[in-house]
């Protein structure tokens, strides 16, 4: 069974991802409760009982909420940065040393036969961090949670097979809505998320030859639609020269219902 994986969930109310082959089976992120985790995993027709450990991005309460509940009850290991373990030991509860994994940023570990390459994102956490996943020539990328897309990154995450890229606000549904100024400077800012038409200029710059897919993801529900953010998106690359739908496809991702499982 090749690569494959399903966005479990993903937005401003709770994040998870499932990537997997035959042999190995790891969540990027737990950020819905226990509960809900174990009916996603069910919806997709898989058993957290098999994950061979989750992967962590960052401590922020829509990453990590149902991470401490399924540590303890599924025994699973835990993977996250050293900075990362110290900003969310006291957000989780109590989990085994044993189960307690460092992965630290820009470094790559072998999970079975998928190997995973972290790197730095900009967000106002303590050390955020996304995933590429490699495995028989594939290329898989998760990244949300960064304020821009940097040269650096780019670099690493350039002609992956498959993306999950972060399209989280309109910037003008943000700059009329009802967020305290605060908030909105802080969504705007490098470390907070990046806009509809940000995220499609950092798509232009790394799709490649290889790329097939890419779902937009972490959507804000209050400044952001489904509908506006894959126009917008396909508006920008289109301007690009890109074939938006011929030469690669643009899916939606949801908060609550997972998609369905794609091959990579």
Request: proline share 2%; charged share 25%.
């Amino acid at each position: 069974m090749s690569l494959h994986f399903s966005v479990l969930a993903s937005g401003s109310t709770g994040n998870a991802l499932y990537v997997g082959t035959e042999q190995t089976k790891l969540l990027v992120d737990a950020g819905l409760s226990g509960k809900a985790m174990e009916a996603l995993a069910k919806d997709i027709n898989r058993d957290l009982k098999e994950v061979s450990g989750i992967l962590v991005t960052h401590e922020h309460s829509d990453h990590i909420k149902g991470l401490g509940v399924l540590a303890r009850r599924y025994q699973v290991p835990i993977y996250a940065n050293e900075k990362t373990w110290k900003a969310m030991n006291h957000l989780i509860g109590d989990i085994p040393t044993e189960q307690k994994f460092i992965f630290n940023m820009e470094t790559t570990h072998q999970f079975g036969d998928i190997e995973v390459e972290s790197f730095g994102v900009s967000h106002d956490a303590a050390e955020p961090m996304f995933y590429v996943f490699h495995h028989n020539g594939k290329k898989f990328v998760t990244i949300t949670d960064t304020g821009y897309v940097s040269d650096r990154m780019k670099g690493i995450i350039s002609n992956a097979d498959m993306y999950i890229f972060e399209s989280n606000h309109d910037v003008e549904m943000l700059r009329m809505g009802k967020y305290p100024w605060s908030i909105k400077r802080r969504i705007l800012s490098d470390v907070g998320h990046v806009s509809n038409e940000d995220a499609a200029l950092a798509m232009s710059d790394v799709i490649g030859d290889k790329t097939k897919r890419i779902y937009l993801a972490h959507l804000s529900q209050d400044n952001n639609m489904k509908e506006l953010a894959k126009m917008s998106v396909t508006q920008v690359l289109e301007g690009k020269g890109f074939e938006v739908g011929s030469q690669f496809a643009l899916h939606h991702t949801d908060p609550q219902k997972p998609t369905d499982i794609v091959y990579v």
